[in-house]
C-alpha cells in the first residue's frame, strides 16, 4: 500500500514485512477508491458535459446510421439550444466526431493495456494543440461526409470550424511540437500517451491598447470542452508537505513513510489523438485537480466549514492558470506544485496500467515503458518513480534505480541561462519533503560517480553537483534529469552540438553514450493538408495522396520548375491565400494589405533572442528610403509582426509598442504605402497560424546565432511554399541543407563568432560603419514614432548601443539589410521566386515530425540498452 496519508490520518505508520508491499498500488484513499479495470472508458460521465452530450450520446455507435442523421439528432438533442447559433451547431459537430470515434478509441486502448508494443509516455506542461475539428475530420477521413451533413443548414463548416475555441495550453514552440508529436505518433502507430494540464485558464489573449499588450483570460472552457471525456473513476491522489518518517522492518530494512501529507485529487480529462487513416485513436490525458472528499469532510468535523472551502480553493488552483513564460523560468512555487502534480498523477497511472498486467515484477517495466520528459518541466518525475518503486512497491533503491534511468528519456530545449530551472532546497523540501531525501540520495550517489571520474577535482563535484550550494541552496533540474536518463537529445543539429559543448559538456564526458540530437519537425497534416487545402490539391494532382504520410516524396515537384502551367498554378494559390491572409490582417488590425505586394512576415513569442527589433528596425529603414525618394529596386512589401510577449517580460513589450508606433507612422503616410505597410497582428496562435503560413511568401527566422534552438515556425513556413531569411541557427541550418544556398536568404554572424564579439562588441563601431543603422537610430532617438509619448523607446535604443546586448542587433543589421535587398531582387522576379517557393516545399520533407518521431522510436524508445 502507498505511505500517502490525509491530512486527519494520526496514526503511525504500520510496520510490513516486504512481501507484503508487493501488490498494485492503490491511492491514499484506497478504501474508497473504486477498483477500475483499465480497460474502461466511462464515456457516460456527464459531470461537465453538455445537456446536448448527453441526450445525443445514447445510441452513437451505431456504424450504419450516416453522420447526417447522428448530427441531426445531436442537434435535435440540444433542447434548450438554438439549431442556428453557430457555436451550438459546432458543438453538435464536434459531439457527434466524437462519439464516431469512440469505438476505435476503446479497441486502440484495449489493445496498449495489453502491451503488445511498448507504451510512451510524452510527459508535458504544454500541449498546445490548437482546434481538433478540423484535424478530426481530415484524420477519420469525414470531411466530405460532414460538408453533406451540413448541406441542409445555413452555416458551412469552415465557420463551424472557426467557432472552436484553440486549446492554448502551452506558450509557443515548445508546446506545439509536443501536439505534433501527438499527432505522428498516433500516424505512425505508435502507442503514445501525451500526460499534461487540463490549464481553466490557458495561454492568455493578447489585445492591443495605444499599442501596449494587455492580457486577457482565456476561458477556453467556458463553453464547455466536446472533445474531452472526464475519467472520474481513474482518479489519482497526489500528496503535498507533510514530513517523512522511517522505520526499521523486522528483517532490518529502512523504509521511508510520508506522513501528514495534504492529498488532492487528479481527474483524466482524456482528448482523443486520431492518427491519419489508420484506425488508431491515441490519447491525450490532461489532469484536473480537485480536492479529495474526505479532505474537506476533515475540516467539517473540526467544525471549520469556511477553511474547507477555502482549501479545496487553493487545491484547484493547481490546474487553474497556464504560467506564460516562454523560454524563462519564474520560480514560482504554485509553477512546482503543477509539475508535481502531472508527474506524480501520471507516474501512478502508469504503474497501475502496469502492474495490471505484469504485477509486481518491475525486471519488465523498462522493456515495457518509456517516459518522454519534454524539457525539465516533469523532471521532477525522476525522484518520484524512485519514490514510488521503493515506498508503494517496495523496491530497493538499486533496482528501483535501475528501472528509472532505464525509463527516463530528456528533450532539452534551450541553452538560454534564464531559462534554467533551478527549485530552492527550501521550497521543494517543505512542500515534497520526501523527494527532496531522494534527490539528495542521488545527488550522493552520483557524486561518487564523479569523484571516481575526476579524482580529487572538488570544483568538478560542486559545478555537477545536483545542488547548488550557497546562501539559498537549488536543485538544478537538468542535471537531475541528465543523470537518470538513458537519452539526453537537443532539438537540432547546432543546439545539440552547443549542448555537448558548452552547457553540458562535463555530463558529455562522463556519459557520451546518453547525448543524441533530434531535429524538431512540424506535422504535415495540420501544417499542410488542413492548413492549405489549395496547395495540397495542386500537389495532389500531380503526385497522387501518398505523400500525406512520406513526405519525403515532395522532392518529385523539383521535377515541375520548369513546367509553365504548374508554375502559374502555384502562382495562383499562394495569391489566393494572400487575399485570404489579407483578411485576416484588415479585420484584426485595420490594415490593408495588397496581396500584389510581397507578405514579409515575423510571427513567433517576442524576445529579445528572437530579434524583432532588428526587423522593425528594417522597416524603419525602408520607411526612410521611400521618403527620400530612394525606391529604386525597392520592392513593395506588407510586413505583418505576431506574437505574445510574457506578461513580466518589459523589453518585449517595449518592442511590441515599437512595432505598433511604426506601424501607425508608415500606414498613415499616402506616400508611403504603395511600397509599404507594415501591422502587428494580435493574438498569434496556432488557429492563426493556419491561415499565415499558407499566405506568407518570406519568412522570418533572424535570431541571434546560438540562440533559437531548433524552430519551427521555420518549418511551417517552407513546407507552404515560403522563402527564408535567416541566420545560421537552429533548424535553419538543416533547411538550408536541404534546399540549398541559392533558395535560401542567409545572413549574419554564426554562432562562434558571436561568442567571440561578445568580449570587445562596440555597437557604436557598426553604427558608424552603416550609415542605414545610423538614420535608423537617429529617427528613433528624434522621437519620430512617440511624439506624444516622449522616452517611451529610451531603453530599447540603450540597448541598441549597449556593448553587452548579447542579441548583436546593431552587428547584423548592415548584413540583414543586404539580404533583404537581395530578397527583394529576387521577387521582383515572379517566375523565379515561385520556382523557389516550389523547391522550398519540395525540400520541407526532412520537416515532418513523422521523420523526427520515426527516430526517436528507432534511436531512444526502442533502442535496446
Ligand atoms: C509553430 C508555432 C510556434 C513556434 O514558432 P517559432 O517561430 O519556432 O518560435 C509558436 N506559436 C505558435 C502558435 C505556433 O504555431
Redesign the pocket.
Known sequence: MTVTKGKSTTEKPSIKDKSSVKKPAKTAKSGKAKQVKPDELDTNSAVNQSTLEVVGSNHDCDPCETLAAKFKRQIHGSLCRDEHAINDMYSALASTVKNQLLNQWRETRLKDNQYQQKQVAYLSLEF?MGRSLGNALLSLDLTKETHEALAEYAADLESLQEAELDAGLGN??LG?LAACFLDSCASLDLSVVGYGIRYEYGMFKQKLVDGYQVEQPDRWLREGNPWEVRMANHAITVPFFGHTETYVDPSGNRHYVWVDTQDVQAIPHDMPVPGFRNGRINTLRLWKAEATDDFDLAEFNDGDYTEAVARKNLAEQITMVLYPNDASENGKELRLRQQYFLSSASLQDILQRYTAVYGADFSQFSQRNVMQLNDTHPSIAVPELMRLLMDSYGLGWDEAWQVTTESMAYTNHTLLPEALERWPVRMLGNMLPRILDIIYEINARYLEHVAHHWPGDTHKLASMSIIEEGAHPHVRMAYLAIVASFSVNGVAGLHTQLLKQGLFKDFYSLWPHKFNNKTNGVTPRRWLVHCNPRLTQLINRRLGESWLTDLTQLTALNAFTDDKTFVKQWQQVKYDNKVELAKLVLDECEVAFEPNMMFDVQV??IHEYKRQLLNILHVIHLYQRILSGDTKDLQPRCVLIGGKAAPGYAMAKQIIKLANNVAHMVNSDPIVSPYLRFAFLPN???SA?EKICPGTDLSEQISTAGKEAS????M?FMMNGAMTIGTFDGANIEMLEEVGEENFFLFGLRADEVSELKSHYNPHDFIQQSPALANVINMLKSGHFNLVEPGIFDSIIAAIEDPFDQWMIAADFEAYKQAQEKVSLAYADQQGWTQMSIRNTASSGRFSSDNTISAYRDDIWLAKQ
Open positions: 498546445l509557443g514552440g506545439r513567433k513569442r498569434y496562435n496556432v497560424m524552430g519551427t515556425g521555420n511551417k
